[in-house]
């Protein structure tokens, strides 16, 4: 039983196009989360969500469009791909005040 | 937001040697304090955390110890082994909100034979 989960785990694509990460966590929680993870592995937060509502933008391009149709879940869209977009995506989940569960991450590569 | 400042950013201990790595923060009000351990090509796994109530929590080889005067927090590996041999990360609960969970910078640990 995967607790967060993620698809697909690799993807190529080409500069322009739109592509889309789906999540989903079967934990309960209420609070879920995306991560970018660069090339030097800092992890920085792109978005926090709250029982299905947006709570943190953390200064991301409005190329990059989180949903969460409900709590189990946060899609991430992203229009208009560019090469420094490459990147490991994760989304996490977590109970309020406690940690955060990752999913297996989306290798994103922009060519 | 908050800026967490994670020290050494590469460490190589022995096997069986002790490896320390810290962080420090800004916001005093933070109260709660993870730490992550990330191998190769996968994810983030919580290892241990710790919350302001305590000054240190230990977990077999790995304790944590904080102090929220000087506003840091350190993670100790004893013994270390080659399995040990990961990037790990600090992170921090910023106050004011359930919902925001930043980073360290990570530190590479490498455990040599």
Same mark, same amino acid.
Request: proline share 4%; hydrophobic share 30%; charged share 20%.
């Given at each position: 039983?995967?607790?967060?989960?993620?698809?697909?785990?690799?993807?190529?694509?080409?500069?322009g196009?739109?592509?889309?990460?789906?999540?989903?966590?079967?934990?309960?929680?209420d609070t879920?989360?995306?991560?970018?993870?660069?090339?030097?592995?800092?992890?920085?937060?792109?978005?926090?969500?709250?029982?299905?509502?947006?709570?943190?933008?953390?200064?991301?391009?409005?190329?990059?469009?989180?949903?969460?149709?409900?709590?189990?879940?946060?899609?991430?869209?992203?229009?208009?791909?560019?090469?420094?977009?490459?990147?490991?995506?994760?989304?996490?989940?977590?109970?309020?005040?406690?940690?955060?569960?990752?999913?297996?991450?989306?290798?994103?590569?922009?060519? | 937001?908050?800026?967490?400042?994670?020290?050494?950013?590469?460490?190589?201990?022995?096997?069986?040697?002790?490896?320390?790595?810290?962080?420090?923060?800004?916001?005093s009000?933070?109260?709660?304090?993870?730490?992550?351990?990330?191998?190769?090509?996968?994810?983030?796994? *919580?290892?241990?955390?710790?919350? @302001?109530?305590?000054?240190?929590?230990?977990?077999? #080889?790995?304790? &944590? $110890? !904080?102090?929220?005067?000087?506003k840091?927090?350190?993670?100790?590996?004893?013994?270390?082994?080659?399995?040990?041999?990961?990037?790990?990360?600090?992170?921090? *609960?910023?106050?004011?909100?359930? @919902?925001?969970?930043?980073?360290?910078?990570?530190? #590479?640990?490498? &455990? $040599? !034979?």
């Amino acid at each position: 039983d995967t607790a967060v989960s993620q698809t697909p785990k690799y993807l190529v694509t080409q500069m322009g196009n739109d592509k889309s990460i789906k999540c989903e966590q079967n934990l309960g929680h209420d609070t879920m989360y995306w991560y970018k993870q660069d090339s030097k592995k800092f992890l920085k937060i792109m978005f926090s969500y709250n029982n299905k509502e947006l709570i943190i933008n953390e200064t991301v391009p409005n190329r990059f469009s989180p949903k969460s149709p409900d709590k189990a879940h946060l899609n991430l869209h992203i229009n208009s791909l560019e090469l420094g977009d490459s990147a490991v995506y994760f989304c996490a989940s977590s109970q309020d005040w406690g940690s955060a569960f990752f999913g297996q991450g989306t290798r994103l590569t922009v060519v | 937001g908050e800026n967490v400042e994670q020290h050494p950013s590469t460490l190589s201990v022995q096997e069986g040697d002790s490896a320390v790595i810290k962080c420090t923060y800004s916001d005093s009000a933070s109260n709660y304090f993870p730490w992550y351990k990330q191998e190769l090509g996968k994810r983030p796994q *919580l290892i241990i955390d710790i919350r @302001s109530n305590v000054g240190e929590k230990k977990d077999q #080889r790995i304790a &944590v $110890t !904080l102090n929220k005067t000087a506003k840091h927090f350190s993670l100790h590996i004893t013994e270390t082994q080659p399995e040990d041999s990961a990037v790990y990360f600090c992170a921090l *609960l910023e106050s004011g909100t359930a @919902s925001k969970l930043t980073f360290g910078t990570g530190t #590479r640990l490498q &455990v $040599t !034979l």
